[in-house]
């Protein structure tokens, strides 16, 4: 799978939105972008993927470039529950039939009261 | 539904024993995955299952093994523990496991080998 980077953490403050990017400029043309979260002490959670076009669920909107070469994850008001590790995702059919997750490291996000 | 279910929570192991980490879900899905999270780093495959009877390595496979006997049930063997399996490890499922599909994890067994 191609490559992500993401800032190491991010604060924000409570109640306002947060951008959260991501780079991945190796990307291919069949590979989605999924965003994961790992809130402390527990198995990540799925939030958004997308392929081409922004997407919006109840959760976050996926901002994706034209070019594909980067996305932003947009949490519109943030909670102090948001307060996770956030992980941007490149996913594409490894060759083996895995379709596995390759994580990173992530950005830490810090939600100031 | 409960989910991805996983037992138990905490495990103390003592060098060269060995246990299973059991993990089940109740969502019919085909794809099951095992991974390990090290302290401060991002999770990584160890094994994964298509189906009941199906199984296959991952990226970090070595010193695990994985049966499939039926869709609900995807247990983690170790058999001789050590140290370097101290770690964090959590159980996924997913239900078709393309590209678009989302991986549903378990809140996962926290194991240290002394």
């Known amino acids: 799978d191609a490559k992500t980077t993401q800032p190491n953490s991010m604060e924000s403050n409570e109640e306002e939105p947060v951008h959260l990017p991501c780079n991945h400029s190796?990307?291919?043309?069949?590979?989605?972008i999924h965003w994961y979260r790992q809130l402390p002490s527990q198995g990540p959670e799925y939030v958004i993927h997308?392929?081409?076009s922004n997407v919006n669920n109840r959760m976050a909107s996926l901002a994706i470039a034209e070019d594909r070469k980067s996305s932003t994850l947009i949490l519109h008001r943030a909670t102090l529950r948001d307060a996770a590790v956030y992980y941007c995702?490149?996913?594409?059919?490894?060759?083996?039939?895995?379709?596995?997750?390759?994580f990173g490291k992530g950005t830490k996000l810090s939600v100031i009261p | 539904n409960a989910g991805v279910t996983q037992t138990p929570k905490f495990r103390i192991l003592k060098i060269g024993q060995s246990m299973t980490l059991q993990c089940a879900q109740d969502?019919?899905?085909?794809?099951m995955y095992w991974y390990r999270q090290d302290p401060g780093m991002g999770l990584k495959l160890i094994y994964y299952?298509?189906?009941?009877?199906?199984?296959d390595k991952g990226e970090v496979p070595n010193g695990y093994n994985v049966s499939r006997s039926t869709t609900e049930d995807f247990p983690l063997r170790l058999e001789l523990a050590a140290p370097s399996q101290t770690s964090v490890y959590f159980c996924?499922?997913?239900?078709?496991?393309?590209?678009?599909?989302?991986?549903?994890f378990g809140p996962g067994t926290r194991l240290t080998v002394l």
């Open positions: 996924a499922s997913s239900s078709i496991g393309v590209t678009a599909d989302t991986q549903y």
């Open positions: 190796t990307i291919s043309g069949t590979d989605y």
């Open positions: 997308g392929l081409t």
């Open positions: 995702i490149l996913r594409g059919y490894s060759g083996a039939g895995s379709y596995q997750l390759t």
């Open positions: 969502m019919n899905h085909n794809y």
């Open positions: 299952s298509v189906g009941a009877g199906i199984t």
